[in-house]
C-alpha cells in the first residue's frame, strides 16, 4: 500500500538558511508527488510537482524537490528561508491503481526566527 | 478570480445536529472532493465527484454524504454530529484525476467545525 512519511512535525530555521523539509514515500508502482504549502487560515497551494522527466523540479517562490527513485525520497528545500515561508508544508503521492489516489502526508510546520 | 470557495468558514454543533458544508467552484473542473485535515494525520479523503451527478467514497466516508446536483457545486451534509467530526473540512477541485494531466488541486480556505 502506498505511504507518505514527513520527518518531523516542526521544523524551525533561522531567517536566511538552507530550508529543508523531508518526506519519503512508499509505492510500488511509479509516483506522482507533490508538496504543497498552507499558510494560517488558508487552503492549500501546490508548491511544486513531479510527474515524468527531469528529477530536479523547480516551484514557485524559489523551492525546489528532487524525486530520488533509489531512496523513495521528495525531499523539499530553499536556500535561503524568509520570514513569509513560514506555513504548513504537505507532500502527497498519487498513483495510478486502475483509477488514481492521493495520499497526504502529516504535515511539517516550518518556523523561521529573524 | 473566486477558485473554490466554501461556506461556513466557522460551525458549532451539538451532538446529534445535521448540517451541509457548500463548496463552489467557478474554474468549470470536472472533478471535486471533500477532505479533513486533523492534527498529525494530513489530509484524509472523505467523498469524491468525477462530474456532475456522480459521488465516490474515499477513504473516511463514514458519517458523511455527498451530492453534486450542478457541476460548480459539490455539498458535504453530516446528518448526526458527533464528536470525532470535529475536525477542519477542505473541498478542492481539480481538472482531472491525472496528476500528469491537471495542475494539482485547488483548495478551499476551509471550514472549522467543531461537534460538541
Known amino acids: 500500500a502506498q505511504s507518505v512519511t514527513q520527518l518531523g512535525s516542526h521544523v524551525s530555521v533561522s531567517e536566511g538558511a538552507l530550508v529543508l523539509l523531508r518526506c519519503n514515500y512508499s509505492?510500488?508502482?511509479?509516483?506522482?508527488l507533490f508538496w504543497y504549502v498552507q499558510y494560517p487560515n488558508q487552503g492549500l497551494q501546490l508548491l511544486l510537482k513531479y510527474t515524468t522527466g527531469a528529477t530536479l523540479v523547480k516551484g514557485i517562490n524559489g523551492f525546489e524537490a528532487e524525486f530520488k527513485k533509489s531512496e523513495t525520497s521528495f525531499h523539499l528545500t530553499k536556500p535561503s528561508a524568509h520570514m513569509s515561508d513560514a506555513a504548513e508544508y504537505f507532500c502527497?503521492?498519487?498513483?495510478?491503481?486502475?483509477?488514481?489516489?492521493?495520499?497526504f502526508g502529516a504535515g511539517t510546520r516550518l518556523f523561521v526566527k529573524a | 478570480n473566486a477558485g473554490v470557495t466554501q461556506t461556513p468558514k466557522f460551525r458549532v454543533l451539538k451532538t446529534g445536529q445535521s448540517m451541509t458544508l457548500l463548496c463552489a467552484q467557478d474554474m468549470n473542473h470536472e472533478y471535486m472532493y471533500w477532505y479533513r485535515q486533523d492534527p498529525g494525520m494530513g489530509l484524509r479523503l472523505i467523498h469524491y465527484s468525477v462530474g456532475e451527478g456522480t459521488t465516490a467514497k474515499g477513504e473516511v466516508p463514514d458519517g458523511y454524504n455527498v451530492s453534486r446536483l450542478k457541476k460548480q457545486n459539490f455539498l458535504l451534509g453530516l446528518e448526526s454530529a458527533a464528536p470525532s467530526q470535529t475536525s477542519v473540512y477542505f473541498c478542492?477541485?481539480?481538472?482531472?484525476?491525472?496528476?500528469?494531466?491537471?495542475?494539482?488541486?485547488?483548495f478551499g480556505s476551509g471550514t472549522r467545525l467543531t461537534v460538541v
Open positions: 509505492s510500488s508502482v511509479p509516483p506522482y
Open positions: 502527497a503521492v498519487s498513483i495510478n491503481t486502475g483509477g488514481f489516489k492521493t495520499i
Open positions: 478542492a477541485s481539480s481538472t482531472s484525476l491525472a496528476p500528469q494531466d491537471n495542475y494539482g488541486y485547488t
